[in-house]
């Protein structure tokens, strides 16, 4: 949808306050979406959508759970594209019905479902139409209302002797990540870019609202808590007990308060494009200008929001790397690329970016040698920024209730890729 498309939508949808949520793009494109799923088969999908769109909320649910059928047929990036716009069509049609019965919480999560996981043609009037049912429903609620006293995630100093207990073997002992204070961008470039090497950049967020406001759960929860988001739930992903949830922003920041670091039901949020999801959030981050070095773009930005204790096991990513730490304290761990052989990646094509090595828990006889690979290490302090080079293997884990945000860039050269 382009900008002036969008804006005259938004300014039908916020016209209207009739009890009725506007979808003028989705009214307008319905018979082309339509007549594109016909040709992919689903003539089902079609009927069920018609009867949707005439008011009928079961075929709405049944048009839905025949697009999350097709979504779930094969590897993600086999699906065929305008199944995940008719996703979003039927979780836009349910959403439409919740509301016009008064069911504002109902609707806002059958939007965002369809923005989680449906396609791109109706991403901005989801994000339109979500903007109102959310009105609605925070007129009725309570829910972190202003003024009220902060519930901060993390409100003390820690003991870091005592959290180092907790680390991996040799953790801290060898060569430290460097730590450089406001770091200008021809140093980033020369010292650091070309030459693959991370770097620790204090003093470059201190301007992000972010700072002041994502240690306080009563911010968050006012802002999202309404909101769908998918967690992950157990030690990590690469454990047989490991499940993925979808719950409520509020339902995870509860969690995330009575958390038991030991117990292997830890939720965490990890590697979700949350700010495409919840604008209000992006709007207190900014995208450090270090990520525009090499004239690339920007890939994907994450959250990976949850309680000490949570771990994102060895593994490597395409791309150039800022994490940034916005909230709590982290503990990572870095490889060089050059190592990959020896740190015994998957055979499986899945999981080929993960190491078969457990940190935190080294099997000595099937890796001998690991021991006696250099790395590098640090504990990543709120306000600090860690830039890691493409395919460098890393270990991460939270010491505190942590709240970061990763921005992936690409080389100009491989904006192709």
């Excluded at 494109?29 to 007549?35: C, D, G, M, T, Y």
Aim: charged letters at 25%; a negative charge; hydrophobic letters at 40%.
């Amino acid at each position: 949808m382009s900008t002036s498309a969008a804006d005259a939508v938004a300014g039908e949808i916020a016209g209207s306050d009739d009890g009725v949520l506007e979808t003028p793009f989705l009214d307008s494109e319905r018979w082309n979406i339509l007549q594109s799923i016909a040709e992919e088969g689903g003539y089902a999908y079609a009927t069920m959508t018609s009867l949707a769109a005439a008011g009928d909320i079961r075929a709405a649910e049944a048009a839905k759970d025949m697009a999350w059928e097709q979504l779930h047929s094969g590897p993600w990036h086999s699906v065929v594209p305008i199944w995940r716009d008719a996703y979003s069509m039927a979780c836009m049609h349910l959403a439409k019905l919740h509301y016009a019965n008064g069911e504002f919480n109902q609707a806002i999560k059958a939007l965002d479902m369809g923005i989680i996981m449906g396609g791109m043609m109706l991403r901005d009037e989801l994000n339109l139409a979500i903007r109102k049912a959310l009105e609605k429903e925070k007129a009725r609620s309570d829910l972190g209302e202003k003024g009220e006293s902060e519930i901060k995630f993390v409100s003390q100093e820690i003991n870091v002797a005592e959290l180092q207990k907790s680390l991996p073997i040799k953790s801290l002992s060898c060569k430290l990540v460097g730590k450089r204070p406001a770091l200008s961008l021809e140093a980033f470039l020369g010292d650091h870019y070309l030459s693959g090497t991370p770097v620790v950049i204090r003093d470059s967020m201190d301007h992000w609202p972010a700072k002041s406001k994502w240690n306080d759960m009563n911010y968050l929860r006012r802002v999202a808590g309404f909101r769908t988001v998918p967690v992950e739930v157990g030690k990590n992903y690469l454990c047989p007990e490991w499940k993925q949830e979808l719950i409520t922003f509020s339902e995870f920041l509860e969690r995330i308060r009575s958390n038991d670091s030991t117990s292997v039901e830890t939720t965490y949020l990890a590697q979700h494009q949350l700010f495409d999801q919840i604008q209000e959030l992006q709007q207190d981050i900014v995208i450090p200008d270090y990520c525009f070095t090499g004239g690339g773009e920007i890939r994907s930005l994450n959250a990976w929001f949850g309680p000490a204790g949570t771990v994102t096991p060895l593994h490597h990513d395409p791309h150039h790397n800022i994490l940034a730490q916005v909230v709590g304290k982290k503990y990572v761990r870095l490889y060089s690329a050059s190592l990959s052989d020896e740190l015994h990646p998957h055979s499986e094509t899945m999981l080929s970016n993960s190491s078969q090595v457990d940190l935190d828990n080294i099997d000595k006889k099937e890796f001998p040698n690991i021991l006696d690979l250099e790395f590098q290490d640090c504990i990543l302090e709120e306000g600090e920024m860690l830039y890691i080079p493409p395919k460098w293997w890393h270990y991460v884990r939270s010491l505190t209730t942590s709240f970061s945000v990763s921005f992936w860039w690409s080389d100009a050269e491989k904006l192709d890729d």
